[in-house]
């Protein structure tokens, strides 16, 4: 058996030590609340009775003797979202499993599923992020009915998975899945799609023709194929073991895809109270499920929006993670994976070169990885190497995944990787701590030195942009952006423009306390900073002019300004009160009030959880 990572082990171990006393509480709390018999059965008879109320016969006189499993359906479903579009058919594909497999199966409620690609660059993107903990908490009120022996969650894209993480964690007691409903078919090449929208930025194709370009790129169900932080989330379900083994990016509408989603059903009603192996989430997620993540991150070049999440999914399971964590990990972890905006690839081409199999085995082979961490699969991630294919009965059949690369140009082993570390860095220095992913920036300007030029807004930047006025050096920092501010948008609309500046040979970087999309990559970005301006954060002292140092080789963000100077300046204001209101923006404020630092996990919850 291959030996442990010492630098996995001792990271492990670390948020163990900083986590026992609030983690032993956790596990205390949904001790408590586990029963070998289904709660519905001290429900009394008139609650009993609606529950079951409006269910087909044979379901509802199961549910009415109580003895067998009964699984709650926790559903993002929209006929919007492309990749939520394809659940509509989930909850009677379930209850049918369900029903072969000896148990009962109930939608108990549904959770909003907003898209950040609609919403990048409008107001509706400053609730996003909010949208995340929302999502947490409709998950409780869906399962506070109590009626419930497992959960199954069917959601995908960036803010869905994480607030479903949270709320089922809430119900850690109870075992729980992640059903996913895959990439949709590959369309237009994600590098020409972003090639057209530079020219767009440019002013050198209309509007017509960046319409048409975006259509067929975003064309079909299923999640986008670019590696954003949908397609991330996909695969920290899988490296945590909350997926089944290479289901996360199977086509949407296909055998194998309704097979896998079977096999989820009898795989989680199995580990109910009532089935052969009492399998908790609660239990089941901990600190070697967290650090897998990590590596899983780290060694595919994932989004930068999932250190903020894994933070806030790790403290409601009362795991407290630090970003020195992640850079830590990805200090030991080998870059395996090219997949845009690391690569030209898409996530399609990515699955079929290997996938997250490949990643995993390649992984647990060097030691990357805790085998030992428990899985859904009902054994731990040592059997996550193991790859689902449609057997002749129509059901899923396992075969040992690939033991090489299908292309080397999107994926490759730990002996030839595309980076001996992984893409993510922690910066620090007098302007606060930052995150920064270097994946596909390229090596020559991971360190960029130039005059800062200041902004409140993304569309103040695109306006200097439009009028010419940034044919220069420069550090762009956009404040007020962060999670007290205006809820932390992702500030997307920025990589068109920085992009063409540097392609005519500009050094140019981004510092701010708001974050950017999973899609962004190749201009140097320092994201997360923390203090945020809002709340005292030293970004909100820097003035056009000043001399920024951001070094992602050192892991520093320094401002060089004379000492004195620095530390007499005023902290810069700015009135806010325009991203207060609108779009739903107002029912939002005892949000902006009250949620953590980006940290944190910039949550509602962050402090609470334990």
């Given at each position: 058996?291959?030996?442990?990572n ?6 492990a171990?670390?948020i163990?030590?900083?986590s026992?006393?609030a983690?032993?509480?956790y ?8 029963s ?8 009394g ?17 199961a549910?009415r ?17 492309s990749?939520?579009?394809?659940y509509?058919?989930y ?59 497992a959960?199954a969650l ?21 075992p ?11 369309g ?7 090639r ?32 954003g932080?949908?397609n ?17 990016f ?11 989603t079977r ?8 580990h109910?109270?009532l089935g ?10 901990d600190?070697?499920?967290v ?9 595919t070049?994932?989004?930068?929006n ?13 795991l ?23 690569g030209?690839a898409?996530?399609?081409?990515f ?23 428990a ?7 040592a ?43 922690i ?10 992913k ?12 130039a ?6 807004s ?5 306006a ?5 006025e ?15 501010a ?15 500046l540097?392609?005519?040979?500009f ?10 999309s ?8 320092a994201?997360?900073l ?10 909100a ?9 951001l ?11 004379p ?5 007499a ?12 209101v609108?779009?739903g ?10 949620v ?10 962050s402090?609470?959880?334990?």
């Open positions: 058996m291959t030996m442990l010492d630098r996995i082990g001792e990271v171990e670390a163990a030590r900083r026992r006393d983690r032993r509480r596990l205390d709390r949904i001790a408590a609340a586990a070998a018999a289904p709660q519905r059965r001290r429900l008879c008139a609650n009993q009775a609606h529950g079951f109320a409006a269910c087909a016969a044979d379901d509802k006189a549910l003797k109580g003895s067998t499993p009964n699984l709650g359906i926790v559903t993002a479903y929209n006929d919007m979202l990749a939520h579009r394809p509509e058919r909850p009677e594909l379930i209850r049918s499993a369900a029903r072969v497999f000896g148990a009962t199966a109930q939608v108990a409620g549904g959770v909003p599923a907003m898209c950040d690609g609609i919403t990048q660059g409008e107001a509706g993107m400053e609730l996003s992020l909010f949208s995340r903990d929302v999502i947490a908490l409709a998950v409780a009120v869906a399962m506070s009915h109590q009626t419930f022996d959960v069917l959601g995908i894209c960036d803010k869905i998975v994480p607030g479903l993480v949270i709320g089922a964690l809430s119900f850690g007691h109870l729980a899945i992640f059903i996913p409903s895959g990439p949709m078919p590959s237009v090449p994600n590098a020409e799609k972003n057209v929208r530079q020219l767009f930025a440019e002013g050198k194709v209309d509007r017509a023709a960046l319409l048409e370009v975006e259509a067929r790129s975003y064309h079909a169900p299923g999640t986008c194929t670019f590696y932080t949908a991330t989330n996909e695969m920290l379900m899988e490296f945590m073991g909350l997926h089944l083994p290479g289901s996360s199977v086509n949407p509408d296909t055998p194998l895809r309704d097979a896998l096999a989820a059903v009898r795989q989680v009603i199995g109910s109270a052969a192996q009492f399998l908790p989430v609660g239990q089941m997620i600190e070697r499920s650090v897998n993540a990590m590596a899983g991150l780290a060694a070049g994932g989004s930068t999932a250190v903020i999440h894994l933070v806030a999914m790790a403290a409601a399971a009362g407290t993670l630090d970003l020195r964590d992640f850079e830590q990990v990805a200090e030991v972890t080998p870059l395996l994976a090219r997949v845009y905006p690391n030209q898409d996530v399609n081409q699955h079929a070169a290997g996938g997250t199999v490949y990643v995993i085995r390649e992984l647990l082979g060097a030691g990357l990885l805790h085998a030992d961490a899985t859904v699969f009902g054994g731990t991630l059997s996550y190497s193991q790859e689902p294919t449609l057997g002749e009965d129509g059901e899923v059949a396992w075969r040992e995944g690939p033991a090489s690369s299908g292309d080397d140009t999107i994926l490759r082993g730990v002996q030839t990787p595309f980076s001996a570390t992984g893409g993510l860095r910066l620090e220095g007098d302007l606060g701590r930052a995150v920064i270097i994946s596909a920036v390229a090596p020559e300007r991971h360190v960029v030195e005059p800062a030029l200041v902004f409140h993304q569309e103040a930047l695109q200097a942009f439009k009028a010419g940034l044919e220069r050096d420069f550090i762009a920092v956009i404040r007020f952006q962060g999670p007290r205006i809820g932390m948008p992702e500030l997307h609309k920025l990589t068109p423009p920085l992009g063409v540097q392609d005519r040979g050094k140019v970087a981004l510092v701010t306390d708001g974050r950017m999973g899609a962004s990559g190749k201009v140097p970005a994201i997360h923390t203090p945020e301006a809002l709340d005292g954060g030293s970004i002292k820097v003035r056009d002019g000043d001399l920024i140092r070094d992602a080789v050192a892991g520093t963000l320094t401002v060089l300004v000492a004195e100077e620095w530390a300046r005023p902290l810069a204001t700015e009135d806010l009160s325009a991203s207060h609108g779009v923006r107002e029912l939002f404020a005892q949000f902006r009030a009250s953590g630092p980006a940290d944190r996990g910039a949550s509602i919850f402090g609470a959880t334990a």
